[in-house]
């Protein structure tokens, strides 16, 4: 049994085990896919204190390092359940394996949901967040996809950076908030279109346009970046007997990160929160690393 099992091994699930490993504790992480997550697709981070210029990739591996520098441990697994129990928590895996702990702190991140066009994951150009890659496309044309208030927020900021910004919505109403709305009208470099879809995605390895589907009509729009904001699917069905999720299915967590069952704790992305940046996961790992270290000081009393 180790002091705390951490499911999820992206900034905040890392952030995290260092907290509790420089406190005494053993903690294991637990991840399915590469160390990082999301960020790991960014080749260049600008937004993070500190850290200019540093890749996704680089940026991950210096966090990994640092675990291991005290004595943390990382297992490839993928999680399907976990559970509470007399002696403290259970978590099983789709291996069969079973890890027990004392205390577990939930860091599954979110998904971004993509569009499902041809070529999205391979071509450089497609991004999933205007405020870490904005700032590439400066005086470039840009396309962002989506209805809500992410997706308004983000044709905003671009507006302030590139040449042009192309809203495309498959409805012919949208979801943002009526202020973001009209706000978003009065801006000259903006051009709304309803009722479409992105079809297909033009260019070699870098996006150079758009295959554009309204109705019957197809016609392609020339960008040199796409910008997809259609919402994100948190990581936590597996979780949903342990803790409380709302109904968009992220965990019940405040700026505490305790959740509704005691000796759990959830970071980052997965969790309810009002932004969904590497510097707020940190923020998240830290703050759960050290709630989780004086819960395992309390069992001690």
Known sequence: MVDTVI?????????????LLRAGKKALIL???????????????????????????EYADRLAEQVYEFGGMI?????????????????RTTDGDEYEAKSLILATGAAHRHLGVAREEELAGVSYCAVCD??????KKVAVVGGGNAAVQSAL???????????????????????????????PNITIRTGGVVSGLLGEQ??????????????????????????????????K?????????????????????????????????????????????AVSGLAAGAYLDSLED
Do not use: W
């Open 7 to 19: 499911i999820g091994g992206g900034t905040a699930g890392m952030t995290a085990a260092i907290y």
């Open 31 to 57: 991840e399915s896919t590469a160390l990082g997550g999301q960020i790991t697709a960014s080749a260049r981070i600008e937004n993070f204190p500190g850290l200019l210029g540093v890749s996704g990739v």
């Open 75 to 91: 297992e490839p697994v993928e999680v399907n359940g976990a559970e509470k129990t007399a002696e403290g928590f259970l978590v």
């Open 134 to 139: 904005g700032a590439f496309y400066k005086n």
């Open 157 to 187: 900021s671009l507006a302030e950076l590139c040449e042009s910004v192309t809203l495309i919505h498959r409805r012919e109403g949208f979801r943002a908030e009526p202020v973001l709305m009209e706000r978003m009208k009065r801006v």
């Open 206 to 239: 870098k996006l150079a346009g758009l295959e554009l589907q309204f109705g019957e009509q197809r016609e392609t729009l020339e960008v040199d970046g796409l910008f997809v904001a259609i919402g994100q699917q948190p990581n936590n069905e597996p979780f």
């Open 241 to 285: 007997a342990l803790v409380a999720l709302d109904e968009a299915g992220y965990i019940l967590a405040g700026e505490d990160c305790k959740t509704t069952c005691e000796g759990v704790f959830a970071a980052g992305d997965c969790r309810v929160k009002q932004i969904r940046q590497l510097a707020t996961a940190a923020g998240d790992g």
